[in-house]
């Protein structure tokens, strides 16, 4: 995506950094359509919700990896997040499916690998493997990668999204160290 286009939105209480995945069942009609539209290559946009409510003005462009069916027969989809839009002229179409002009918007620069993110890559990479759903979806994990440790932390933290969206920012990275340093690290030695 290179142009601001237009596209479909599912708002879920849903937090994607890039490069994220996440597993989603798909039931209601307008988003059955939804991914029809999707898998022809353009993808959709989560948009965070939060428990007010809320929309984020930000959301993530994700594009569909896997598809399957959960044990009650609903279509699941493994979506992965290819980058951050910023979203405007929302309007809902005859089927009430949610469609916005997406325009792509820088996320966090490359950031080196420190001690602190290597403390949680170590962490990281017990939970991929204590973890089947995560490490179905994350078969080969970038652990190695400062900025995709530190984007899986977050969206697995136990925070509230609207907390969470404040680290939508491309100037975000240092302060999400530092909180996860406060949540990660403070936990460990303590232990």
């Given at each position: 995506m290179?142009e601001a286009m237009q596209?479909p939105?599912f708002?879920?209480p849903?937090f994607?950094?890039p490069?994220g995945?996440?597993?989603?069942n798909i039931?209601?009609?307008?988003y059955?359509?939804m991914?029809?539209l999707?898998s022809?290559?353009?993808?959709?946009v989560?948009?965070?919700?939060?428990?007010s409510g809320?929309?984020?003005?930000?959301?993530a462009w994700v594009?569909?990896?896997?598809?399957?069916?959960s044990?009650n027969g609903?279509?699941q989809?493994?979506?992965?997040?290819?980058?951050l839009v910023r979203l405007?002229?929302a309007?809902?179409?005859?089927?009430q499916?949610?469609?916005?002009?997406?325009?792509l918007?820088?996320?966090?620069?490359?950031?080196a690998?420190?001690?602190?993110s290597?403390a949680?890559a170590d962490?990281l990479?017990?939970?991929?493997r204590?973890?089947?759903?995560?490490s179905?979806?994350y078969p080969?994990?970038?652990?190695?990668q400062?900025?995709?440790?530190?984007a899986?932390?977050?969206?697995?933290?136990?925070i509230a999204?609207?907390?969470?969206?404040?680290?939508y920012?491309a100037d975000s990275y240092a302060?999400?160290?530092?909180?996860?340093?406060e949540?990660?690290?403070?936990?460990?030695?303590?232990?």
């Amino acid at each position: 995506m290179t142009e601001a286009m237009q596209i479909p939105v599912f708002p879920l209480p849903v937090f994607l950094l890039p490069g994220g995945m996440t597993r989603l069942n798909i039931f209601e009609p307008r988003y059955l359509k939804m991914v029809r539209l999707a898998s022809q290559g353009q993808g959709f946009v989560i948009q965070t919700t939060t428990s007010s409510g809320a929309l984020s003005e930000l959301g993530a462009w994700v594009m569909i990896s896997n598809f399957g069916q959960s044990p009650n027969g609903l279509l699941q989809i493994d979506v992965q997040c290819r980058g951050l839009v910023r979203l405007t002229d929302a309007t809902r179409d005859a089927d009430q499916l949610l469609w916005a002009r997406a325009q792509l918007t820088d996320h966090w620069a490359t950031e080196a690998q420190s001690a602190e993110s290597q403390a949680f890559a170590d962490a990281l990479g017990q939970c991929l493997r204590d973890n089947e759903l995560l490490s179905t979806l994350y078969p080969e994990p970038l652990l190695d990668q400062a900025n995709w440790v530190v984007a899986r932390w977050l969206e697995l933290a136990p925070i509230a999204n609207h907390y969470k969206v404040l680290f939508y920012p491309a100037d975000s990275y240092a302060n999400a160290v530092t909180l996860l340093a406060e949540i990660l690290l403070t936990k460990s030695s303590a232990q």
